[in-house]
């Protein structure tokens, strides 16, 4: 004799019907992370634009000062002078275009701070929000059930007395 396994689909299904969930409070989140993400997207883009454009303009600077590295000159004194002069624009500009990079990072710094803080305050209304209307909602289910089963009490109890 075969034991028959008992489906359980029905008593999850009956169960997951019993707690309803509201998906707006999902559908919220995911547009918000996404709306986060678009932001943190144009941060990051940006400051790869502005530190390309930098590395540009320092490679084009350095290129025109090595155009006086790369002359024909009369004493061999003259090469020597000319590359010292070289290391030295260098030395100087190299200053300047760190400077440079540093504000951008900066700026990303700052801008991230203030999408994240932000997104916390948004998050944390989020959430207290959804927590509010889900206790709103479990309190009033749980009125009705406490309401059904006082019906079925009531009627259990006088039943029994009708029978006696």
Do not use: C
Not at 37 to 50: F, N, Q, W, Y
Not at 85 to 111: L, N, W, Y
Not at 147 to 156: N, Q
Request: hydrophobic residues 45%; charged residues 25%; aromatic residues 6%.
């Amino acid at each position: 004799m075969a034991n028959k396994t008992q489906d359980f689909t029905k008593v999850f299904s009956d169960m997951a019907a019993a707690f309803p969930v509201d998906m707006s409070a999902y559908n919220e989140a995911m547009k918000n992370s996404a709306a986060l993400g678009e932001r943190m997207s144009k941060v990051a883009l940006d400051a790869a634009s502005t530190s390309a454009e930098l590395s540009s303009k320092w490679t084009k600077e350095t290129l025109t000062k090595m155009s006086g590295m790369t002359k024909a000159q009369a004493e061999p004194a003259d090469y020597a002078k000319a590359a010292t002069d070289f290391a030295t624009a260098q030395a100087e500009t190299s200053a300047e275009h760190m400077a440079a990079f540093a504000e951008v990072a900066k700026k990303v710094q700052m801008e991230t701070v203030e999408l994240l803080m932000a997104a916390g305050k948004d998050i944390q209304e989020d959430t207290s929000a959804a927590v509010k209307k889900a206790t709103d909602d479990l309190a009033a289910t749980a009125k009705k059930a406490a309401k059904v089963a006082d019906r079925k009490s009531t009627r259990l109890n006088s039943s029994h007395w009708n029978n006696l």
